[in-house]
């Protein structure tokens, strides 16, 4: 997850308390100290903050819009989005869509709600210690990432804050993030091998479009 996708769960934390402030909001001020040192545009750090609060650069409330469709080479998608157009923003994505020879189509069948949370650890993490107690909060499967000082966890959506608390203490790991994302169906998972470049390259650029907003794809 990149700082800019950060800087939302930090505004919303603070929303109730300071609006959202980072010269208020530890949280939030810390994590656009480092979005600026990682180099990131000043104009996508303050959509960032804005999309945390709910509202738009120039004060309009965003609203949640969510468009399902199949992308070379047969990928389903899922993409969801905040804007403050929904009309403007569902027509720019429909182009989108079509310029990348894909098919606006129903997709949410092919993919489930789940609540995904990240915890740090400054030492390896071991798997089979850890298995009961992740169980135990309430979470449905787990796993180690990368170098094994990363654990990823799934857990229903509507407990998904809990669980992450929970397991942030019991565990004594730093909770790094926690979001509702959309998750494949295990029966709807193929395996693809030796995928062209080109047949990347239109998925890659509906993911890399900023004035769109997209989160989940």
Same mark, same amino acid.
């Given at each position: 997850?990149?700082?800019?996708?950060?800087?939302?769960?930090?505004?919303?934390?603070?929303?109730?308390?300071?609006?959202?402030?980072?010269?208020?909001?530890?949280?939030?001020?810390?994590?656009?100290?480092?979005?600026?040192?990682?180099?990131?545009?000043?104009?996508?750090?303050?959509?960032?903050?804005?999309?945390?609060?709910?509202?738009?650069?120039?004060?309009?409330?965003?609203?949640?819009?969510?468009?399902?469709?199949?992308?070379?080479?047969?990928?389903?998608?899922?993409?969801?989005?905040?804007?403050?157009?929904?009309?403007?923003?569902?027509?720019?994505?429909?182009?989108?869509?079509?310029?990348?020879?894909?098919?606006?189509?129903?997709?949410?069948?092919?993919?489930?709600?789940?609540?995904?949370?990240?915890?740090?650890?400054?030492?390896?993490?071991?798997?089979?210690?850890?298995?009961?107690?992740?169980?135990?909060?309430?979470?449905?499967?787990?796993?180690?990432?990368?170098?094994?000082?990363?654990?990823?966890?799934?857990?229903?959506?509507?407990?998904?804050?809990? &669980?992450?608390?929970?397991?942030?203490?019991?565990?004594?790991?730093?909770?790094?993030?926690?979001?509702?994302?959309? &998750?494949?169906?295990?029966?709807?998972?193929?395996?693809?091998?030796?995928?062209?470049?080109?047949?990347?390259?239109?998925?890659?650029?509906?993911?890399?479009?900023?004035?769109?907003? &997209?989160?989940?794809?």
């Amino acid at each position: 997850m990149t700082r800019s996708r950060k800087m939302p769960q930090g505004a919303r934390k603070g929303r109730n308390e300071n609006g959202g402030d980072a010269t208020t909001n530890s949280e939030l001020s810390t994590l656009v100290a480092q979005a600026k040192k990682a180099g990131l545009p000043k104009d996508l750090i303050e959509r960032a903050i804005a999309k945390g609060k709910g509202i738009s650069l120039n004060g309009d409330p965003l609203q949640n819009l969510t468009v399902e469709a199949m992308l070379p080479p047969s990928v389903s998608t899922i993409i969801e989005c905040q804007t403050d157009n929904k009309k403007r923003t569902m027509e720019d994505l429909r182009l989108l869509v079509k310029e990348a020879g894909g098919t606006v189509t129903p997709t949410s069948h092919l993919f489930e709600r789940r609540g995904h949370i990240i915890l740090k650890s400054d030492q390896v993490l071991e798997e089979e210690r850890m298995l009961d107690q992740v169980l135990d909060a309430g979470a449905l499967d787990m796993e180690l990432k990368g170098d094994r000082k990363s654990l990823s966890v799934y857990t229903k959506p509507n407990e998904t804050a809990s &669980v992450a608390r929970s397991l942030s203490a019991s565990l004594r790991l730093g909770l790094d993030s926690y979001e509702i994302i959309w &998750v494949a169906r295990p029966e709807s998972v193929v395996e693809v091998e030796d995928v062209e470049e080109e047949a990347r390259l239109p998925l890659e650029e509906i993911i890399s479009t900023p004035q769109l907003h &997209v989160s989940k794809l």
